[in-house]
């Protein structure tokens, strides 16, 4: 498994639009990615229960990432943050 912790920058956090393409990219990818915030996790594909975490701006989470591919999952999701959140 691999992990990395992520402060968000996006002036809202993570609502619907970035919940929504973070849950497509994960989807794409093949593995398995969870998002942690203090006592909360996620599961990166679902959409409602992103959102549900109410992730704001200056949070850090925790993303987790396993599957066969969890190397270079876990470069492409951490892009993915870096980019839109």
Request: glycine share 10%; aromatic share 4%; net charge negative.
């Amino acid at each position: 498994m691999k992990s990395f912790d992520y402060v968000i920058t996006d002036e809202v956090g993570i609502h619907a639009r970035p919940a929504g393409l973070l849950a497509r990219a994960v989807k794409a990818l093949g593995a398995t990615v969870t998002i942690t915030k203090g006592d909360k996790s996620a599961d990166a594909t679902r959409l409602m229960a992103l959102m549900g975490m109410g992730i704001k701006k200056g949070d850090t989470i925790t993303v987790s990432v396993e599957g066969d591919n969890e190397d270079a999952a876990a470069e492409e999701i951490e892009k993915f943050f870096k980019e839109n959140l």
